[in-house]
């Protein structure tokens, strides 16, 4: 079985990798932001600051291709890092990246996987890495949902493998939902994940943001820059987090 998840897994990224440079997407989206925190110590995920004051640049892109989607995101977090006890670390900055590539039963078979609010179904898989030593490798099965008003929600539950716990499993949803309130636009999205733990019980952590259009507040088609709040929450049976982040996003 061991050797089945690492072939299942692995085969979907390397077709993802190897299929969608090879032709062009059919649609792609990239964005860069920008954040501030004032008071983030989160020791579990490694967003741990000695005096809370932590800036985070994020590039994140979303593209399809022929058989299927990939996301990925990079962020690099700076301040006064803290180790796990919140002693200085003596280190200003720290990378973390996840890249999850999914691979469409409708357009690998060519007839429509859909029933009911399902648009489509997918092979999913996921990779986390940090720069100290941390990783995660998952893979499972991912659904695409119509839903009134959103623009983008999907699931995913994943089988899930990480080097500080026995395999456990993860469901990830996402979101985009588009709205105009007091004749300003309006965006609403986020993600969050719930995943198990050997020891520190079920381990959620969700990152909602509420941004106001700028671009087309200004009168522009294309939501080139917005602005808003993100709520970063995590919480297990040891710590709970809960801090807003002030955000600046640019889509090209």
Do not use: C
């Not at 999850?100 to 179904?121: M, N, Q, W």
């Not at 100290?132 to 490798?137: D, F, H, P, S, T």
């Amino acid at each position: 079985m061991t050797i089945f998840r690492a072939l299942f897994s692995t085969t979907i990224m390397v077709i993802a990798l190897s299929s969608a440079p090879a032709r062009a997407e059919d649609f792609s989206t990239t964005s860069l932001l920008a954040e501030y925190a004032g008071n983030l110590r989160d020791p579990y995920y490694g967003n741990n600051a000695v005096d809370g004051a932590v800036n985070i640049v994020t590039l994140e892109h979303f593209g399809t291709w022929e058989y299927g989607d990939n996301f990925f995101f990079v962020d690099m977090v700076s301040g006064r890092l803290a180790d796990f006890n919140g002693n200085d670390a003596h280190t200003r900055s720290r990378l973390y990246l996840e890249w999850g590539p999914r691979i469409s039963l409708s357009k690998v078979s060519g007839t429509p996987v859909a029933f009911g609010p399902v648009r489509d179904v997918l092979l999913a898989a996921q990779v986390n890495r940090d720069g100290e030593g941390y990783n995660v490798e998952m893979f499972g099965l991912g659904v695409d949902l119509a839903l009134p008003a959103f623009s983008q929600f999907s699931v995913n539950l994943y089988s899930r493998k990480d080097n500080l716990n026995s395999r456990t499993y993860q469901v990830t949803a996402s979101w985009g939902l588009p709205f105009t309130a007091l004749s300003a636009p309006f965006l609403f999205e986020g993600y969050i994940d719930v995943a198990g733990t050997d020891n520190n019980g079920e381990d959620i952590n969700t990152q909602p943001r509420l941004f106001v259009d700028l671009s087309k507040l200004a009168g522009k088609q294309k939501s080139a820059l917005l602005a808003g709040v993100e709520w970063y929450y995590h919480k297990n049976r040891w710590m709970e987090m809960n801090v807003p982040l002030w955000t600046l996003k640019w889509n090209w």
